[in-house]
């Protein structure tokens, strides 16, 4: 970088709680909790979401950093595209997206991910579609459910099991990769 200090994602952190691009804005990151990193995750490995959460911290929130540890993946980076909460129901603006894509970039650049797991599948649409855009094409893209779909409709154990299929697919993809 030649003399240049890369940014880190604490510095990050603050320039997105310090946005005012959106005027209803309430900018979020993933918090760390029980020993999961969240936001500061610095792994090879993310989770995106498409927008933060509408409450503080839900039994949904809690039930996906409980899966997180107990499937190995406490250091990872913890993300959504867009930064700021929304209200129930209220779908994410093109214009939002945009104000956001500087700061989910400049994640991209810091963390390096080798693989993105994105959370549902409205992300998943999103991130076929942004992660080229973005210049990002050697990163492998999973898919799980979301965290609040899951919570909402009973389906834990069933997410459990995304978690181990998960764990268990990188592994081997790892391990054949070296």
Same mark, same amino acid.
């Given at each position: @970088?030649h003399?240049e200090e890369?940014?880190?994602?604490?510095?990050l952190?603050?320039?997105?709680?310090?946005? $005012?691009k959106c005027?209803? !804005? /309430? *900018?979020?990151?993933? *918090?760390? =909790?029980n020993n999961?990193?969240?936001?500061l995750g610095d792994s090879?490995? @993310?989770?995106? %979401?498409?927008? *933060?959460?509408t409450?503080?911290f839900?039994? %949904? &929130?809690k039930?996906?950093?409980r899966?997180l540890?107990?499937?190995?993946?406490?250091?990872a980076?913890l993300t959504?595209?867009?930064? $700021?909460r929304?209200?129930v129901?209220?779908e994410?603006s +093109?214009e939002?997206i945009?104000?956001c +894509?500087?700061?989910f970039?400049?994640?991209?650049a810091?963390i390096?991910p080798?693989?993105?797991v994105?959370?549902?599948n409205?992300t998943?649409?999103m991130l076929k !579609?942004?992660?080229p855009a973005?210049?990002?094409?050697?990163v492998q +893209? /999973?898919k799980? @459910?979301?965290?609040s779909?899951?919570?909402r409709f009973?389906? /834990?154990?069933? =997410?459990d099991?995304q978690?181990k299929?998960?764990? &268990?697919?990188?592994?081997q993809?790892?391990t054949?990769s070296?």
């Amino acid at each position: @970088m030649h003399g240049e200090e890369k940014e880190t994602i604490s510095e990050l952190k603050k320039k997105i709680h310090n946005c $005012c691009k959106c005027d209803k !804005a /309430e *900018p979020w990151t993933f *918090p760390r =909790y029980n020993n999961v990193s969240g936001f500061l995750g610095d792994s090879d490995i @993310m989770f995106v %979401a498409e927008r *933060p959460s509408t409450g503080r911290f839900s039994k %949904a &929130d809690k039930l996906f950093y409980r899966l997180l540890r107990k499937h190995g993946f406490e250091k990872a980076h913890l993300t959504d595209i867009t930064k $700021c909460r929304k209200k129930v129901r209220e779908e994410v603006s +093109l214009e939002e997206i945009s104000n956001c +894509l500087v700061y989910f970039k400049e994640e991209l650049a810091i963390i390096r991910p080798k693989v993105i797991v994105a959370l549902g599948n409205k992300t998943y649409t999103m991130l076929k !579609a942004l992660l080229p855009a973005l210049g990002t094409l050697d990163v492998q +893209l /999973e898919k799980i @459910m979301h965290y609040s779909y899951v919570s909402r409709f009973k389906k /834990e154990d069933e =997410y459990d099991d995304q978690f181990k299929n998960l764990k &268990d697919k990188l592994k081997q993809t790892y391990t054949k990769s070296g």
